[in-house]
């Protein structure tokens, strides 16, 4: 017996990402018949990201509790939720996916873009500007952030926050962009 399972497959099997976990707390909520704003679904998705029963049951425990207190699904009762299926914690840190997704906001450049190979300067800022953020707001290595943005080398990202830092000084427009993500990201948090 032992010689058979120990023939088997052994496949690691990883979280999902953001994407997938959006979409599977959509068709989750659809066939449960209840209707969520896409801002809730992404909050849930930021929050639940081990496995695919934990968004499940989430879904579930909100239409429970809906049901029960006779409450529509809103945010208060999302975050009443997700703290009581976290042990009474939400979110306590900033991802450089979230920095991506809110410099792309901020600068009309789609996340792809801000990770992929592109020069162009619109681009580029933004790039370098996430680049800088992630620096400052994340606790992880120049080797880290310059491999999610395309596997690039860590001079890249130090290059890209030295002029990020430098045009914030001269530049009133790009320093008040910097604090505003810094703030949107902050607000996330919460």
């Given at each position: 017996m032992l010689s058979r399972f120990q023939s088997g497959l052994s496949v690691d099997i990883q979280p999902p990402n953001?994407?997938?976990?959006?979409a599977i707390l959509l068709d989750k909520a659809e066939q449960n018949?209840?209707?969520?704003d896409y801002n809730i679904i992404e909050f849930i998705a930021r929050h639940i990201k081990d496995n695919i029963r934990d968004l499940e049951g989430t879904i579930i425990r909100l239409l429970a509790?809906?049901?029960?207190?006779?409450?529509?699904?809103?945010?208060?009762?999302?975050?009443?939720v997700i703290k009581e299926r976290t042990g009474g914690r939400l979110k306590t840190s900033v991802t450089i996916e979230d920095v991506v997704k809110k410099v792309s906001e901020a600068s009309q450049?789609?996340?792809?873009?801000?990770?992929?190979?592109?020069?162009?300067?619109?681009?580029?800022?933004?790039?370098?500007?996430?680049?800088?953020?992630?620096?400052?707001?994340?606790?992880?290595?120049?080797?880290?952030?310059?491999?999610?943005f395309g596997g690039r080398d860590h001079t890249t990202v130090m290059h890209a926050v030295k002029t990020i830092s430098n045009k914030c000084e001269n530049d009133a427009n790009l320093k008040n962009s910097v604090w505003s993500i810094k703030q949107k990201l902050g607000q996330d948090l919460q």
């Open positions: 953001f994407e997938l976990r959006v018949g209840i209707s969520l509790k809906s049901s029960l207190l006779n409450i529509e699904i809103d945010h208060n009762l999302v975050r009443d450049v789609s996340e792809s873009d801000i990770v992929g190979k592109s020069r162009k300067m619109k681009i580029a800022e933004a790039r370098q500007l996430s680049m800088f953020l992630c620096r400052d707001l994340i606790r992880t290595s120049l080797s880290n952030i310059g491999v999610y």
